[in-house]
């Protein structure tokens, strides 16, 4: 088989995603990547087999990504957290029509479906270390670290989706009370601890 042109794997994920958010998953093709790359189809082929590798290999790197981002956070993690989630967070966020996107097509994919699946569980996950780095215990009795965890990563997605779907969703007033709640659960468990 013929050596690629010189363009790395990493950049024809770029604009594999480029094309994703565009045009949708019914336009997308490799075809279609080769095109958004300036390259040949043989090229995508070289270093994608199918669609569908590819689109595997795009929920990989956001899942690598995420995690990456999450569990590098010590000093102020819920803070930095909510920053974090809330640079990503706009009527044209990139990351997240990509997110919802992959999402949509993981109903009829069960390779993406559990990938994705994969990936929300290690956020969970990480979220949940890095909530255990804050408090002892649980701020609130019945509500286990774990169950605080997925909370969080819930809560982020769904403030996620309401600003794709609506131009004017009022971020950043929405993040402002979302630390302020954030502050608040703590508070309750640093009182439990000092009495």
């Known amino acids: 088989m ?3 042109n010189v363009i790395t794997k990493n950049d024809l994920l770029q604009s594999a995603k480029q094309c994703l958010v565009e045009g949708g998953i019914e336009k997308f093709t490799l075809r279609a990547v080769a095109e958004k790359s300036g390259v040949t189809q043989g090229t ?3 270093h994608f087999r199918t ?3 590819l689109i595997l290999e795009l929920v990989q790197e956001i899942c690598e990504d995420s995690w990456n981002s999450l569990s590098q956070t010590d000093e102020g993690v819920l803070k930095e957290a909510i920053e974090s989630a809330k640079s990503r967070c706009s009527y044209d966020s990139f990351y997240h029509k990509l997110f919802i996107t992959l999402v949509s097509t993981g ?5 993406i479906r559990h990938q994705l699946g994969e990936m929300i569980g290690r956020e969970n996950d990480i979220l949940t270390r890095q909530l255990e780095k804050l408090w002892s215990e649980s701020p ?3 509500v286990s670290v774990e ?3 997925i909370f969080f990563n819930a809560l982020v997605d769904g403030i996620a989706l309401q600003a794709i779907l609506k131009k004017d969703f009022p971020i950043e007033k929405t993040y402002a009370e979302l630390e302020h709640f954030v502050n608040g659960i703590s508070s309750l468990q640093n009182k439990e601890e000092s009495e």
């Not at 109903?107 to 390779?111: A, I, V, W």
């Open 2 to 4: 013929a050596k690629p």
């Open 147 to 149: 169950t605080w965890g």
């Open 107 to 111: 109903f009829t994919n069960e390779k």
């Open 140 to 142: 609130i009795k019945g």
């Open 44 to 46: 995508v082929y070289y």
């Open 51 to 53: 669609k569908e590798q």
